[in-house]
């Protein structure tokens, strides 16, 4: 057989910022593959919605409703959720989000939220999968950046940063937890249409800007990208560890 497994068949994946966009497409598209989903978001009308289309697939779903700035709550819920018998085997750091301020703008509250939501809840939830990965010597860890952790964008600097460090943090434990088989990779994004991007979009003119940056001159679609989240999280994937895998359309190699 050469043909590795992309399937997901009887794995845990706890995704966070499971009900819209691009984390809603990776939890669906996992539980087609035959994964159990611990659905984390905010909202618990979104997030019991979620577990029903998950478990109308035949597969188990788990809701935490929680803000991951709060991920000891996260991990709190889980701890009383999921089978004694069952640990975390795949783990999305899906949810974050921006506050488009210029650098001479930005305010600390604004730099707090960005911080907390997008960096600090990945790291130590990322750091609680891997203590039960370890124990299993097996695990999977994909990490949600964007082509703002590589490239300059208008976007915003502390966003830009929050990705930047994703992709270092990516590397770093990729190194620690090689040993333990805990395979860390990470996504970096260009622009999909999504609840994020909703306002931006609606710009002619920026969405203009855009393609004209990107070699494949259209905006991308989140089934684009929730196959490499799969493929990340399958057995397909068990000798890439530590890279960021951008899917933008050629943005990020676009020179001039
Ligand atoms: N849509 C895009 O063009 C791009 C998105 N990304 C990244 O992709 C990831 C997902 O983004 P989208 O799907 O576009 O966003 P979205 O806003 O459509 O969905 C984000 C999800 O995360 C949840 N979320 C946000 N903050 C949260 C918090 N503090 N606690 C718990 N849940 C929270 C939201 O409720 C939602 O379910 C983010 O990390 C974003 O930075 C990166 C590059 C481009
Ligand atoms: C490509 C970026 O990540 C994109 O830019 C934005 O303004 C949004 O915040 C998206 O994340």
Do not use: C
């Amino acid at each position: 057989m050469w043909l590795p497994s992309f399937s997901l068949e009887d794995k845990l994946a706890a995704i966070t910022g499971a009900t819209k966009g691009i984390g809603y497409a990776i939890a669906m598209a996992y539980a087609e593959a035959g994964a159990d989903i611990i659905v984390i978001a905010r909202t618990k009308d979104d997030v019991h919605q979620v577990v029903k289309e998950i478990e109308q697939l035949g597969r188990k779903a788990y809701p935490v409703v929680a803000d991951v700035k709060d991920y000891q709550s996260i991990i709190d819920q889980i701890e009383a959720l999921i089978p004694q018998e069952k640990s975390i085997n795949i783990l999305v750091n899906n949810a974050g989000m921006n506050i488009r301020s210029t650098a001479l703008e930005v305010t600390e509250a604004e730099w707090e939220t960005i911080v907390q939501t997008n960096m600090r809840s990945a790291f130590f939830l990322s750091q609680y999968a891997a203590k039960a990965m370890k124990d299993n010597q097996s695990g999977k860890i994909i990490n949600i950046s964007s082509v703002a952790g590589e490239v300059a964008l208008r976007t915003g600097v502390v966003y830009g940063m929050t990705k930047s460090a994703i992709q270092q943090m990516t590397k770093n434990v990729a190194l620690e937890w090689g040993p333990y088989n805990i395979h860390v990779n990470a996504i970096g994004p260009w622009y999909f249409p999504t609840s994020l991007t909703e306002e931006l979009l609606k710009d002619e003119s920026y969405v203009n800007d855009i393609l004209r940056r990107t070699p494949m001159n259209r905006l991308g679609d989140v089934k684009e990208l929730a196959g490499a989240a799969v493929f990340l999280a399958s057995e397909a994937s068990n000798y890439i560890t530590g890279q960021t895998l951008f899917i933008d359309g050629g943005m990020t190699i676009y020179g001039f």
